[in-house]
Nanobody, 124 residues
Framework: QVQLVESGGGLVQAGGSLRLSCTTSGLTFSSYAMGWFRQAPGKAREFVAFITRSGGSTTTKDSVKGRFTISRDNAKNSVYLQMNSLKPEDTAVYFC?????????????????WGQGTQVTVSS
């Protein structure tokens, strides 16, 4: 049974930092590209960041570029999202997702497995 479990969310003031973790089990982690998405209340789920199977290439949404960094540790079956200089508009539930195909996927429908999400709230 495949499981993705996010952690590290919470309440932080604007300008602060959080590091999200996503630990996986039940899949060959190094065979999956990984993504982070977020969903704010009343809005569609949106792409945030992507990392290839090896971790050699990453892509981030323009509005978080320079503030958010995605990384992975294949030995720990985990992917991370370091979020710095947080803004109130970053408030959302953050999800990690796994994708068998190796190329970049922007749509949630291109991912095979999902975590339950972790809440990030940024106060002004």
């Amino acid at each position: 049974q495949v499981q993705l479990v996010e952690s590290g969310g919470g309440l932080v003031q604007a300008g602060g930092s959080l590091r999200l973790s996503c630990t996986t089990s039940g899949l060959t982690f190094s065979s999956y590209a990984m993504g982070w998405f977020r969903q704010a209340p009343g809005k569609a789920r949106e792409f945030v960041a992507f990392i290839t199977r090896s971790g050699g290439s990453t892509t981030t949404k323009d509005s978080v570029k320079g503030r958010f960094t995605i990384s992975r540790d294949n030995a720990k079956n985990s992917v991370y999202l370091q979020m710095n200089s947080l803004k109130p508009e970053d408030t959302a539930v953050y999800f990690c997702a796994a994708r068998r195909d190796s190329w970049l996927g922007y749509s949630q429908y291109e991912y095979d497995y999902w975590g339950q999400g972790t809440q990030v709230t940024v106060s002004s």
